[in-house]
């Protein structure tokens, strides 16, 4: 079985700060590693996703991401944050089974950026 | 392009009464469809997945169904809704040549009065 955790589910941090969102996986097969964002009433849309090879994935908006295999973690980070960064970030993970692909998410994390 | 429409985007509806949230998707044949619905505060739950024409796997008992009656249309249904249905509901489908990959439609707000 598969699972994610995110360990915080509200990250206050003032803009031009640095922030980390942790996520943390269990999973008895390969997966696939993957942020989301979310604004407000919308739909979630890619940020970044670790499919194999190099362990550091950058993606838009400035994120970038770290799988840790040893410690099953997959932390999201920004060096330096925007107002236009406030949203919910959901960190999923994904396998392929003989009945399609299987995506499980974790509870999100909420992103307020003060100014 | 991976564009996902669903309809409505808002709906109120009274306990008791029928649902119908539709979604249909553009690009590649053959995706994978999803439905997962979002609570308010609450992360994502995924409701149903199809790998095909009239191919549904249930993750969560309910009172909720889905159907696939077309190749890129993806329904979920219910006969009478609950209070606890309402939730914010979002149907994803994959891509060939993006693995692993989840594209989202833009949601369909349900509240259950």
Same mark, same amino acid.
């Given at each position: 079985?598969?699972?994610?955790?995110?360990?915080?589910? +509200?990250?206050?941090?003032?803009?031009?700060?640095?922030?980390?969102?942790?996520?943390?996986?269990?999973?008895?097969?390969?997966?696939?590693?993957?942020?989301?964002? +979310?604004?407000?009433?919308?739909?979630?849309?890619?940020?970044?996703?670790?499919?194999?090879?190099?362990?550091?994935?950058?993606?838009?908006?400035?994120?970038?991401?770290?799988?840790?295999?040893?410690?099953?973690?997959?932390?999201?980070?920004?060096?330096?944050?925007?107002?236009?960064?406030?949203?919910?970030?959901?960190?999923?993970?994904?396998?392929?089974?003989?009945?399609?692909?299987?995506?499980?998410?974790?509870?999100?994390?909420?992103?307020?950026?003060?100014? | 392009?991976?564009?996902?429409?669903?309809?409505?985007?808002?709906?109120?509806?009274?306990?008791?009464?029928?649902?119908?949230?539709?979604?249909?998707?553009?690009?590649?044949?053959?995706?994978?469809?999803?439905?997962?619905?979002?609570?308010?505060?609450?992360?994502?739950?995924?409701?149903?997945?199809?790998?095909?024409?009239?191919?549904?796997?249930?993750?969560?008992?309910?009172?909720?169904?889905?159907?696939?009656?077309?190749?890129?249309?993806?329904?979920?249904?219910?006969?009478?809704?609950?209070?606890?249905?309402?939730?914010?509901?979002?149907?994803?489908?994959?891509?060939?040549?993006?693995?692993?990959?989840?594209?989202?439609?833009?949601?369909?707000?349900?509240?259950?009065?």
């Amino acid at each position: 079985a598969q699972s994610v955790t995110q360990l915080d589910s +509200q990250v206050p941090v003032f803009e031009e700060a640095p922030v980390e969102l942790r996520c943390n996986y269990s999973s008895s097969v390969s997966v696939y590693l993957f942020w989301y964002v +979310q604004y407000p009433n919308q739909g979630l849309q890619l940020l970044l996703k670790y499919l194999s090879g190099s362990t550091l994935v950058k993606g838009i908006k400035g994120f970038e991401a770290e799988f840790n295999k040893s410690q099953t973690s997959f932390h999201l980070r920004k060096p330096s944050v925007h107002i236009s960064d406030t949203a919910e970030y959901f960190c999923a993970v994904s396998h392929t089974s003989n009945t399609g692909n299987q995506f499980y998410f974790g509870t999100g994390t909420s992103l307020t950026v003060i100014p | 392009s991976q564009t996902i429409h669903q309809w409505p985007a808002t709906l109120v509806q009274p306990v008791g009464s029928p649902l119908s949230l539709e979604c249909t998707v553009e690009g590649t044949s053959n995706p994978n469809l999803y439905w997962y619905r979002q609570a308010a505060g609450r992360g994502l739950q995924l409701l149903f997945y199809s790998v095909g024409i009239g191919q549904i796997s249930s993750e969560v008992p309910q009172n909720l169904s889905a159907s696939r009656p077309q190749d890129r249309q993806f329904i979920l249904s219910s006969k009478k809704l609950l209070l606890s249905d309402s939730g914010f509901y979002l149907c994803a489908r994959t891509a060939s040549g993006r693995p692993g990959e989840l594209f989202f439609g833009e949601g369909s707000r349900l509240t259950v009065l």
